[in-house]
């Protein structure tokens, strides 16, 4: 049992899933980065300035106040953060329309690159084969139509 899983693990590392994996994280990671600065710093600051400076990370429906009694808080404050949900679903906002617009593109050089026709994008010896394949097919057809309309 535990060879069988070994072996099935090193086929799955070997066939590269394992390191495509790897790189999907590590650009993950950087991606998470970039979008990361792009809201804090780049649209945070234009949706605080029209909001007169608010803070939309500190922002909360407060429940209940902590009440402060000789340096001591009492009942802890109970409040809803809002502030960060609107954060985050601006960060998801940004990050669905960033990955909307690269597969976008990644689907539009993919289509061109299948394209045998198109000679601006290296086409896939796969897609070439499969392209050489069907144009076979298709003047085999063309003469078993023409020798059975002969033999008519």
Same mark, same amino acid.
Request: no cysteine; aromatic share 8%.
């Given at each position: 049992? +535990? ?8 086929? #799955?590392? !070997? ?5 495509? /994996?790897?790189?999907? @994280? ?12 792009? @809201?804090?710093?780049? =649209? ?5 300035? =029209? *909001?007169n400076g608010t803070n939309w990370e500190n922002k909360k #429906? ?6 402060? /009694?000789?340096? @001591? %808080? +009492?009942?802890?404050? /109970? ?14 906002? !940004?990050?669905? #329309? %960033?990955? #909307?617009?690269?597969? $976008? ?5 993919? $289509? ?6 198109? +000679? %601006?994008?290296? *086409?896939? $010896? ?19 139509? +023409? ?6």
């Amino acid at each position: 049992m +535990k060879i069988k899983l070994f072996q099935e693990f090193k086929e #799955f590392a !070997v066939k590269g899933n394992m390191i495509d /994996i790897a790189i999907g @994280v590590i650009i993950g990671a950087a991606f998470n980065k970039v979008v990361n600065v792009l @809201v804090k710093e780049v =649209l945070m600051p234009p949706l605080s300035f =029209l *909001t007169n400076g608010t803070n939309w990370e500190n922002k909360k #429906f407060i429940l209940r106040e902590a009440i402060v /009694i000789d340096g @001591v %808080t +009492k009942p802890e404050e /109970i409040a809803i953060g809002y502030g960060k949900l609107v954060g985050a679903g601006i960060d998801f906002l !940004v990050i669905a #329309f %960033t990955v #909307f617009i690269v597969v $976008k593109i990644m689907n539009s050089i993919k $289509k061109k690159a299948e394209d045998p026709k198109n +000679k %601006t994008i290296v *086409t896939p $010896k796969n897609i070439e084969l499969m392209n050489k394949t069907n144009e076979l097919l298709e003047k085999q057809n063309e003469y078993l139509k +023409k020798v059975l309309a002969e033999k008519k």
